[in-house]
């Protein structure tokens, strides 16, 4: 199937804490993969993406791991600040005849001061 | 501020009617995207347009339709709403037609009573 999913709903950390939010993703033909902020009442913002010829990408306090053995992509945020709170999304994305981007549920990261 | 414009914000209408809502793409981005978010299905893909032309379609019903503009703008046409339809529609735009770089407007809240 083309599932994209989110082991952990809630994630809960205190200020300066490192944030790793996870994803699973069931296509392995998949060869794209994104991460998306949402803040409340806002649409979805890119944080950063990987090619699946790549296993890590690096950002502004940010990293994308990405393991497709175990079709796995993680998110990390280092030095989690209270303007990071907000619903993570993962989408995968793969070319051929469909373009279309398959969200994951999303995971809400609350950041306590 | 993603360069992504959706009108209106919020719409509220009764069961039975139909809608339309606007999105206008960053300028020089020829793919706009309609997605739909609900609490329990996330994000569903709905439609692609490219430079006026249908590209891809998700889970998009038959009461929903899309068209994209000479100038790139977008609606998105609901009618025979129900109480199901209640959701935030995201439009998304990129200069790609593969689904990647995609930017995300601010969401029109639609409320079907």
């Known amino acids: 199937g083309e599932s994209v999913g989110l082991h952990l709903p809630t994630l809960s950390v205190q200020e300066g804490d490192n944030s790793i939010i996870n994803c699973a993703y069931s296509?392995?033909?998949?060869?794209?993969f994104i991460w998306y902020k949402q803040e409340s009442g806002k649409g979805p913002q890119f944080i950063i993406d990987?090619?699946?010829?790549?296993d890590k990408r690096q950002g502004q306090r940010v990293t994308v791991l990405l393991n497709k053995t175990v079709k796995h992509l993680s998110l990390q945020i280092a030095a989690t600040q209270p303007g990071d709170s907000a619903v993570y999304f993962c989408?995968?994305?793969?070319?051929?005849?469909?373009?279309?981007?398959?969200f994951g549920k999303g995971t809400l990261l609350t950041v306590n001061p | 501020d993603s360069g992504v414009t959706q009108t209106p914000k919020h719409l509220i209408t009764a069961t039975g009617q139909r809608v339309t809502l606007r999105c206008s793409p960053r300028?020089?981005?020829?793919?706009v995207y309609w997605y739909q978010q609900s609490l329990d299905q996330g994000l569903q893909f709905l439609i692609q347009?490219?430079?006026?032309?249908?590209?891809a379609k998700g889970n998009i019903l038959e009461r929903f339709s899309a068209q994209q503009f000479p100038d790139l703008h977008s609606e998105l046409n609901l009618s025979s709403l129900e109480l199901g339809d209640s959701a935030l529609y995201f439009c998304?735009?990129?200069?790609?037609?593969?689904?990647?770089?995609?930017?995300f407007g601010p969401g029109t809240r639609l409320t079907v009573t």
């Open positions: 998304a735009s990129s200069r790609r037609t593969d689904g990647r770089d995609q930017y």
């Open positions: 296509n392995s033909a998949s060869d794209y």
């Open positions: 990987i090619r699946s010829n790549m």
């Open positions: 989408a995968e994305n793969y070319g051929g005849s469909n373009y279309k981007l398959t």
């Open positions: 300028s020089g981005d020829l793919s």
């Open positions: 347009y490219y430079n006026g032309e249908e590209r």
